[in-house]
């Protein structure tokens, strides 16, 4: 069976759109299935350019038996604001392009983020009669504008229309999360199409680990308790907040902030650290896939955070990540989400109100204090992710919709 991956995001990108779909792909092309991807050019968290991507038009190569197709979007490293709004619209002709030239697939699965990328999927369709599954992580364009990184009243209705066509024209629409489905059902999308397939994390890769490792070393962390926050360092993400509370627990010299990554946020966040004289503070760079579980295992407690008013059910893909790694997690986001329901049921952290500086100092002091808490924690957010976001059993629902869909 030919499957197609249609995304903006994948390796030598990371992150963890990226890591999900790659590993999606890897684990059908186990299986047996015919996998290709098309996607742009690296540009998410890329310094510097390979040269074998260089001046190239169409590219494809091979990674883990994955066909990738490489397409160009717009020919920018420096991604300002106004670019990252233009590759929402010149994402998907380039993906439909070059799907309308590639050989033809049984089923295409896309992922959104961003919503623009059912364009594609919607032509290949009725041109090709290419049947495709939604995939949403997020739901857009709400969530952008709940976080107020988008206002044009015009451009809103627009992404809401692509929005709609997008569910009506999918086979399925996949969420990660019960609360994902209630939402988008009350919305008016077809609850028949509506299927929960949890975000799967690899729990091969990302395990406990020693907690004294490199990162520990390189970066002076020595014996102290780290709080870290590894991923992309957005608007959404919150965190002014985390700096707020480091400068709360400045005089608590055994206590560090790591905070691992890239994104808009980060100069203005190296800047706040600078203002307030903060020596708690350690930033390092984006680190590649295979790298992230030392990070994680370099912590003594990781961080999830979001603004309060993202209000659109998500359940980060980072808070997988934390359980896997075998340590506790302290969210500071909406206490109605999904993501906390999760922490609560495995018991693996402690949830506080987001954007409240006071109370997450004070959860990180809780863990700090009672370190037989944080290896109870540890150990049960390990033991749920492993029976609960196998990358098994999610593959096997996908698995079940090709199926059906064969069948029609």
């Excluded at 949403?136 to 209705?157: C, E, S, T, Y």
């Excluded at 957005?234 to 965190?239: A, Y």
Aim: proline share 6%; net charge positive.
């Amino acid at each position: 069976m030919k499957v197609l991956l249609l995304t903006n995001y994948f390796p030598p990108e990371v992150g963890a759109a990226s890591h999900l779909f790659y590993n999606l792909g890897r684990m059908l092309t186990k299986k047996g299935y015919d996998v290709t991807v098309i996607t742009g050019f690296p540009r998410y968290n890329v310094k510097v350019l390979d040269e074998k991507y260089r001046n190239k038009f169409f590219f494809r190569e091979t990674i883990d038996g994955i066909s990738v197709l490489r397409v160009p979007i717009l020919p920018f490293l420096k991604r300002t604001l106004f670019v990252r709004k233009m590759e929402y619209f010149f994402l998907p002709i380039g993906l439909f392009i070059r799907g309308l030239i590639a050989e033809k697939h049984d089923v295409a699965i896309l992922y959104s983020p961003p919503v623009t990328i059912g364009l594609a999927a919607f032509l290949l369709k009725k041109i090709k009669k290419i049947p495709f599954i939604f995939n949403v992580q997020d739901i857009h364009p709400q969530a952008l504008i709940d976080i107020g990184f988008l206002k044009n009243r015009l451009l809103i209705w627009i992404l809401r229309f692509i929005e709609k066509l997008n569910y009506k024209n999918a086979t399925f629409v996949t969420i990660h999360s019960k609360g994902n489905k209630e939402y988008l059902a009350k919305q008016g999308v077809n609850s028949s199409k509506l299927v929960v397939v949890p975000n799967w994390v690899d729990t091969e890769l990302i395990r406990p680990l020693p907690k004294m490792n490199n990162f520990r070393k390189k970066y002076n962390l020595g014996d102290n308790f780290v709080v870290s926050f590894a991923g992309i360092m957005g608007t959404s993400q919150d965190l002014r907040t985390v700096i707020k509370a480091a400068y709360l627990l400045r005089n608590h010299n055994k206590i560090k902030f790591f905070l691992v990554g890239d994104g808009v946020e980060r100069p203005d966040l190296e800047k706040e650290v600078n203002k307030r004289g903060l020596n708690n503070v350690i930033f390092a760079p984006m680190q590649p896939r295979e790298k992230y579980p030392y990070v994680l295992a370099a912590s003594d407690v990781s961080l999830v955070t979001l603004k309060k008013n993202v209000v659109t059910p998500v359940v980060p893909s980072k808070l997988l990540s934390i359980m896997a790694s075998g340590r506790p997690v302290i969210a500071s986001l909406d206490l109605n989400g999904d993501a906390p329901k999760i922490i609560y049921k495995a018991g693996c952290g402690l949830v506080v109100e987001p954007e409240n500086p006071e109370k997450l100092a004070k959860a990180i002091l809780e863990l700090y204090f009672n370190p037989k808490l944080c290896d109870e924690m540890g150990l049960r957010g390990r033991k749920y992710a492993e029976e609960n976001f196998s990358p098994q059993s999610c593959i096997s629902k996908y698995e079940e919709l090709f199926r059906i869909i064969i069948a029609r």
